[in-house]
């Protein structure tokens, strides 16, 4: 399994990937219950629109390009945390109240969880993509991820407006979940950023240090001899 890097070119068929295959019985299994369990369906189906949309250009995209594995673990990872929040509402979230009421906080903070978590999962699998497919300069593909985030974010935030105000305003209040807060869209932008940052910069200090680790091993091996 690839796990170790994204210019890997071991680039597993679906066919032979049995963690890949995994992951698709185990997250179709937790979508169905999420649906099954939903108190509200019409929330549901608007909530899972993205997720279909995701599924529908990874499965499209895998003939041309393949991620790697860790990759397919972030993306299926990610849209268990979606696929949770969208059964309940994230404002609804079970998960985020019993965060809430264990450190005191002031409102549900599931959706913030899984905007952070867009942020740090997704910059990962779009660096892969961007080094692997395109080949584009390195220096790009460590921008680049952060840029987009935040873009997503806001043009997320444009289609909730559209959602809640436009085509289903019955289901507006469920599917922003503000909870009241007047800057809930630019917080879950701004968390967002920080978290794709944050993973750009976590995976640049790793693989320099492992990088630089054989180095300062050969250096090791020279003085002692």
């Known amino acids: 399994m690839n796990f170790s890097t994204a210019t890997s070119p071991d680039r ?33 189906y608007t909530e899972n629109a993205l ?45 985020g109240y019993w965060i809430k009421n264990l450190f005191g906080l002031e409102r549900n903070p599931y959706d913030r969880m899984v905007h952070c978590s867009f942020g740090l999962m997704m910059t990962y699998p779009m660096r892969d993509y961007f080094l692997n497919h395109f080949q584009w300069p390195t220096w790009v593909c460590w ?21 809640a105000d436009i085509f289903f305003p019955s289901e507006g209040i469920a599917y922003l979940g503000t909870q009241g807060d007047v800057w809930d869209a630019q917080k879950d932008m701004g968390i967002a950023f920080t978290g794709a940052v944050f993973a750009m910069v976590f995976i640049s200090t790793l693989k320099r240090a492992v990088t630089q680790k054989p180095r300062a091993v050969l250096m090791t091996e020279q003085i002692r001899s």
């Open 143 to 163: 921008t680049l991820p952060c840029e987009i985030t935040l873009s997503f974010s806001a043009m997320y935030e444009l289609i909730e407006w559209l959602v």
């Open 51 to 95: 997720t279909v949309i995701t599924l529908i250009a990874l499965g499209i995209s895998h003939n041309k390009f393949k991620f790697s594995d860790l990759s397919y673990t972030l993306f299926f990872v990610y849209l268990l945390l979606h696929i949770y929040g969208a059964e309940y509402t994230y404002a609804e979230n079970p998960l």
């Open 12 to 44: 597993i068929h679906f066919r032979s990937n049995t963690m890949l295959k995994i992951y698709v019985a185990i997250f179709s299994i937790c979508w169905a219950i999420t649906y099954i369990n939903t108190p509200d369906r019409a929330n549901w």
